[in-house]
């Protein structure tokens, strides 16, 4: 077959015809991709809301109500707007909600998820209705898909300053973040890592949407290193929607609990004859738990979990596997392949309702006393022989409970000889109280030692 061949100047010529179309196709798709990115940024914008809270707080004694703010994004179209549970959380008196174009709508939390920081508002849609307001709907993107270096942006009130964005990028897409001081006592990030990002995140920037540069949202802003610069925290998206369907739903999400405190085994593995990326560490198990019934002990090594082999060798890797034994169904039956010492065994755990260690809390102002119930975590971990009874959080001086001798941390079993269960008992004695002020004979426990306190009008 013979092939025709220009002269080189024609080809040349068709060349830079080529290359010419070649650029304007290039512009072109430059131009829409801004285009539609610019699009979506500014609807996410009109999304983002600023977050004014009234709560009932209990301390020292007495009842009281503390104001604060933060961010949110609405994410559907019937007002569902997504926040941090520290900024609004079940003691919520007055939640008002502030759109893009400056109106203000009250809206009801929905759920409260304190384990991942999270939280789910409901706009009064009868009031938007009725006012013919008018917001915009973020999108989810895809928090695995991001990668170190990639551009993102924090929107949100810092300071209550609304619709502030700041830009920076992704530190670290699969931080591991412990927080000890938790959520009011509260336990918070138990189950996932976090993304890192050096975008500005202020008091107020919280549970607003970190976003690609696309507006989509990739994360919802949570916290800062303190005494650090740039040094910012999102929950990642794959966690937020997984939350909001169930907080949507059932108002809470249910997780399973089997007591194990997961240890990583990074530079450990020698000692327990172990290869790299084999297994997980078991720090310590909770006194009472269903792992401890079941024979589970501290330095054990798990192997497997319902077949399914676990690596535990770095920080990052234990809020998976956290996640994976939360993830079962309560009730559930789980086989342990554990090793102790050279002899592999097999354990099965059934899994109960994961709770809090933190329990109700009540004021009662005449007396001068704030309590706590004892959940059974908290029993759990000071040992007590049941979760009976309330745990004192404050007194206020000079008031009957202060006079008694009550501290902070007394665990308050029986009034007047008779089992104290709950707060629902206490709140009869202390309306009983209140008609007919009698003194009353408190018994309590404090570093396991038994105290008797009388408590008088």
């Known amino acids: 077959m013979l092939v025709k061949m220009h002269p080189p100047s024609i080809m040349v010529k068709i060349g830079k015809q080529f290359a010419r179309c070649g650029a304007l196709a290039g512009l072109i798709f430059l131009f829409s991709a801004d285009l539609f990115g610019g699009i979506f940024f500014d609807r996410l914008l009109e999304s983002v809301v600023r977050i004014d809270v009234r709560e009932t707080t209990f301390a020292g004694g007495s009842t009281r109500l503390v104001s604060g703010v933060g961010s949110g994004v609405i994410l559907s179209r019937d007002g569902l707007v997504m926040t941090n549970a520290h900024v609004v959380s079940p003691q919520a008196v007055d939640i008002w909600v ?6 203000r709508v009250q809206a009801e939390l929905l759920g409260w998820d304190h ?18 307001l008018e917001f915009s709907v973020a999108k989810f ?11 993102v942006y924090a929107v949100g009130t810092p300071h209550g300053l609304s619709r502030t964005v700041t830009k920076g990028i992704i530190s670290n897409k699969d931080r591991y973040y412990h927080d000890s001081s938790g959520i009011r006592g509260y336990e918070t990030g138990f189950f996932n890592t976090w993304l890192q990002t050096d975008a500005a995140i202020n008091p107020g920037n919280s549970g607003g949407p970190l976003v690609n540069e696309s507006g989509r ?23 937020a929607r997984s939350v909001m369907s169930h907080l949507e739903a059932h108002g809470e999400v249910e997780r399973s609990y089997i007591g194990l405190a997961p240890g990583f085994l990074q530079d450990l593995e020698t000692f327990y004859s172990l290869e790299a990326n084999q297994g997980m560490l078991i720090n310590s198990v909770d006194p009472g738990s269903p792992a401890a019934l079941a024979g589970v002990k501290a330095s054990d090594i798990v192997l497997s979990l319902n077949g399914k082999k676990l690596d535990g060798r770095f920080p990052e890797q ?49 007396w001068g006393l704030t309590v706590r119930e004892v959940s059974r975590s908290f ?53 009983s109280y209140s008609s007919n002020p009698d003194p ?15 408590l008088k009008p």
């Open 318 to 366: 234990i809020p998976p596997i956290r996640n994976l034994i939360a993830s079962y169904p309560v009730g559930s039956s789980l086989t342990l392949e554990v090793k102790r010492g050279g002899e592999l065994m097999l354990i099965v755990v059934e899994t109960e309702r994961l709770e809090s260690r933190v329990g109700d809390e009540w004021a009662f102002e005449k």
């Open 217 to 239: 949202v990739v994360g919802i802003n949570t916290r800062t290193y303190l005494g650090a610069d740039n040094l910012g925290f999102a929950i990642p998206e794959k966690t």
């Open 141 to 151: 993107g895809n928090s695995d898909k991001l990668k170190p270096g990639q551009t």
């Open 115 to 132: 384990w991942t920081d999270l939280a789910l508002l409901r706009l009064d849609m009868d009031e938007v209705s009725r006012r013919k």
């Open 379 to 431: 029993a759990r971990e000071l040992q007590l022989t049941s979760d009976d009874g309330v745990v004192v959080i404050g007194t206020q001086s000079a008031f009957p409970a202060d006079k008694a001798g009550l501290r902070r941390g007394d665990v308050i079993s029986k009034i007047n000889q008779t089992n104290l269960i709950g707060l629902d008992d206490l709140k009869e004695i202390y309306e």
């Open 440 to 454: 009353l004979l408190m018994e309590t426990l404090r570093n396991r030692t038994v105290s008797f306190k009388v």
């Open 98 to 103: 502030t759109l893009a174009n400056l109106e």
